[in-house]
């Protein structure tokens, strides 16, 4: 197909398709004349995971082209697809270090943060220079900063909470496929604006089974299940 | 304090105050002289949570101006805090229609979609036009198109995992606060990337205890459901 029905088909602007082409995120199009150049359904599927990278990922092109490479040439020797993916999103090597005991205490050089503290005492995988660790670190610290208190209490229950959606993140982590990585990329980052509106309606939910057990104060007396 | 020094406490560029300035979203400076203002501590908080809005909840001007409308003004009528700020948050009333069983099925004028469909057989409250509902469901499409199936028995899986986040979240609703919407609000938003590096850390956490149950067998051979 030409650049033109690329671009329909999969709604991505002809200027985005081009510059993504010379960031050479999307392989060159199979020249057919001097001038136009012909694409297939691999460019289709390429072109969509791009923009379900930067769309729902909110990845920036630099990223986007680490977990291209990634799922492109998946290290043979990383056995393990989820931390794979893991490094791949967050662009470290967390994963890698991570894992056993030996790495839940951070060596002497550095000093161990609360929330590295917090996140050792709960028996989670972590270890220094952990790009995941440094995001809660920030997420946490941004929510004090915004006058939100979350106390070790309060996000231990989002952590036992947190912990049921990974069982069913891990349980869905493909065995064997050959595209393994590329899913769970795809997967983690694709489930997040789900996880988000699943969140909001819950939140109704649980507000109006509690207002509702209130003696049926309004709004909402109708009880749920 | 002048403009420079709301930039420097705020880490805000002069320039990007000065855009929240004409757009309205930050209140003027008591003017000082015919050339400068003076901002005080109500500006820098301004400012920090018109940025948290901005970056950590990726809202758009638009939406930023509704959520500090809702903030600054809340409907006294509407005595429901978590509704009202997520209505602030997604722009509509779901949640004021939402509640009973009567909304729990959408007139016979529309269509009711597999995903409102599985949201009423679980009970949650939803109605037509809810805007979390539409949320759920192009996100539940996306991941379709993006390769990644998510049938109706691991959305529920995933919607019994979110209901304990959000059992968190409402006990941390603030009653009869004056600033309730707006720690809802920021609450909701400022824990979502919490909440994401906290999947992140629990899922290698689940995984590498998978693994460690299937007598080291790398990298996980037990059979998943």
């Given at each position: 197909m030409r650049i033109s029905e690329l671009s329909a088909t999969t709604d991505v602007p002809i200027g985005t398709i081009k510059y993504y082409l010379r960031e050479g995120l999307l392989p060159a199009g199979h020249r057919s004349s001097r001038t136009t150049a012909d694409y297939d359904d691999d460019h289709v599927e390429r072109l969509r995971l791009i923009r379900a990278l930067v769309?729902?990922?909110?990845?920036?092109i630099a990223a986007v082209r680490r977990v291209l490479a990634v799922i492109d040439?998946?290290?043979?020797?990383?056995?393990d697809v989820l931390s794979t993916a893991q490094d791949a999103l967050t662009g470290g090597k967390g994963a890698e270090e991570a894992?056993?005991?030996?790495?839940s205490r951070a060596p002497e050089a550095r000093p161990v943060g609360p929330v590295h503290a917090w996140v050792a005492a709960r028996g989670w995988p972590t270890g220094p220079g952990d790009p995941v660790l440094e995001q809660l670190e920030k997420a946490w610290a941004a929510c004090e900063a915004a006058g939100i208190h979350v106390d070790d209490a309060m996000m231990a229950d989002y952590a036992d909470a947190i912990e049921q959606v990974a069982r069913v993140d891990v349980a869905a982590v493909?065995?064997?496929?050959?595209d393994a990585v590329r899913r769970v990329v795809i997967g983690t980052i694709m489930m997040e604006p789900v996880l988000s509106a699943l969140r909001l309606l819950a939140q109704r939910h649980v507000s109006v089974r509690q207002a509702g057990k209130a003696?049926?104060?309004?709004?909402?007396?109708a009880s749920h299940r």
């Open positions: 769309r729902t990922g909110g990845l920036g040439d998946p290290d043979p020797q990383r056995l894992g056993g005991a030996e790495t493909p065995q064997g496929a050959d003696a049926g104060v309004a709004p909402c007396s």
